[in-house]
């Protein structure tokens, strides 16, 4: 393998870094991330997302570069504008559990003849709600999601490949060291995301929530933006 071909897909991984940083992939994972308990189960939030991500690019590879599919800019920003929809509703949904489920208790307790009351939040579950666990059926949400923006961002990518790199399984593996990159970023900001939530679950409970609300509302703020940018701006419904 030559140098050139080395430059190019560490550039891909580098480029797979930074493009986990744009504004509606960290939207959609915060609304997500602020949700789950865990600094393990939120850096698989940005696993799932990443790899769900990877998925998507590696089935517009086989379509546009195998099978020669022409995915028109129409089509490209029908794509985005299923990601706006996304967004908003991801948004909401963080919002309405939050305010359904979400809940302050404060504990009292004495310390040498002084009463303390510390605020935590709870999960407005029943008792009667079944545990779940963040493992594989949990990965499924942000998976598809993933793959969401995948889709969205595909044919930007694919173009890319085309017209740069001739060789197709340079450029396949530029596309999968792409996704690495992708996943590891994503991954490194879900955890970065935990760190402020899980901290302040535990002895900030107000803090908490309103961490909790500022993701929702971002996502939703993003998606009525990215909504009027794709529909007006740039004429998609006319």
């Not at 915060?30 to 789950?36: E, H, P, Q, Y």
């Not at 399984?169 to 999968?176: K, R, S």
Request: net charge positive.
């Amino acid at each position: 393998m030559s140098i050139s071909v080395v430059s190019l897909l560490a550039l891909g991984f580098v480029l797979g870094l930074k493009h986990a940083l744009d504004a509606d992939h960290l939207a959609a994972v915060s609304t997500m991330v602020t949700a789950r308990r865990s600094l393990l189960s939120s850096s698989l939030v940005g696993a799932f997302w990443g790899l769900g991500h990877t998925i998507s690019l590696m089935i517009a590879g086989v379509l546009i570069i195998l099978l020669h599919v022409e995915i028109g800019e129409r089509t490209s920003k029908g794509l985005e504008f299923c990601v706006a929809l996304m967004l908003i509703g991801l948004g909401i949904n963080a919002l309405v559990k939050l305010f359904r489920g979400g809940r302050i208790h404060v504990h009292p307790h004495e310390h040498d003849g002084h009463w303390h009351a510390h605020p935590h939040v709870h999960e407005g579950k029943r008792k009667d709600e079944p545990h779940t666990h963040h493992g594989l059926k949990a990965g499924a949400r942000p998976l598809l999601i993933g793959m969401v923006h995948g889709m969205a961002g595909s044919a930007v990518l694919t173009l890319f490949v085309l017209t740069t790199i001739p060789s197709t399984m340079v450029g396949f593996l530029y596309i999968a060291i792409f996704g690495i990159g992708s996943i590891g970023g994503m991954m490194i900001m879900s955890t970065l995301f935990a760190l402020p939530t899980r901290f302040t679950a535990l002895r900030f409970a107000r803090a908490n929530l309103a961490m909790r609300g500022l993701a929702g509302i971002f996502s939703l703020c993003f998606g009525i933006f990215m909504v009027y940018e794709i529909a007006f701006v740039d004429h998609l419904l006319r």
